[in-house]
T-cell receptor, first 112, second 113 residues
Framework: DAGVTQSPTHLIKTRGQQVTLRCSPK?????VSWYQQALGQGPQFIFQ???????QRGNFPDRFSGHQFPNYSSELNVNALLLGDSALYLC???????????FGPGTRLTVL | QQQVKQSPQSLIVQKGGISIINCAYE??????FPWYQQFPGKGPALLIA?????SEKKEGRFTISFNKSAKQFSLHIMDSQPGDSATYFC????????????FGTGTRLTVIP
């Protein structure tokens, strides 16, 4: 049984560009959450998707947007990249919106 | 504002010793407290979790102690092993219609053989 998978593993962008990160949830999971983990910090909640809708959002600007597809996979989009967006972006999936979250390995984004 | 405060930032323990990591919170709306273990280059993996109506939960060598009145909880790792060397995060969930986890800043544990 595959766990949560994320792509790409690493990504390098320049300031002002846009980026799309992808996540496939664990089999049977229908809820996906995204987190940003800056170096040396704990993950910070960006938003959660369930039934193809954004259910909750953390303290992140509108430059961060997402999407969930009918197969429950999800994308995180970040526009107008800033140097401060450099971080590990983690996707977590759960059976339902209230269940335990299982994390993927993350996508390391570097903004130059 | 850090919703969950974690200490120490780093911890060095001899093999066979007890590792203790502490966390504190203020918001009484938190209803679920998981601990995650993260190895370099990997995502966090759930280790053990507790709800506030329970004062202690044990799974193998890992124990969570929870003090609701003090708004504190801690992770104890008994018989610590070199393979336990990792970064540990406490977290707290605020149920607001989504599974929003607030993480501590992490404790880097090193177990010396």
């Amino acid at each position: 049984d595959a766990g949560v998978t994320q792509s790409p593993t690493h990504l390098i962008k320049t300031r002002g560009q846009q980026v799309t990160l992808r996540c496939s949830p664990k089999s049977g999971h229908d809820t996906v959450s995204w987190y940003q983990q800056a170096l040396g910090q704990g993950p910070q909640f960006i938003f959660q998707y369930y039934e193809e809708e954004e259910r909750q959002r953390g303290n992140f600007p509108d430059r961060f947007s997402g999407h969930q597809f009918p197969n429950y996979s999800s994308e995180l989009n970040v526009n107008a990249l800033l140097l401060g967006d450099s971080a590990l972006y983690l996707c977590a999936s759960s059976l339902t919106p209230t269940d335990t979250q299982y994390f993927g390995p993350g996508t390391r984004l570097t903004v130059l | 504002q850090q919703q969950v405060k974690q200490s120490p930032q780093s911890l060095i323990v001899q093999k066979g010793g007890i590792s203790i990591i502490n966390c504190a919170y203020e918001n009484t709306a938190f209803d679920y407290f998981p601990w995650y273990q993260q190895f370099p280059g990997k995502g966090p993996a759930l280790l053990i979790a507790i709800r506030p109506d329970v004062s202690e939960k044990k799974e193998g060598r890992f124990t969570i102690s929870f003090n609701k009145s003090a708004k504190q909880f801690s992770l104890h790792i008994m018989d610590s092993q070199p393979g336990d060397s990792a970064t540990y995060f406490c977290a707290a969930r605020m149920w607001t219609g989504a599974n929003n986890l607030f993480f501590g800043t992490g404790t880097r544990l090193t177990v010396i053989p």
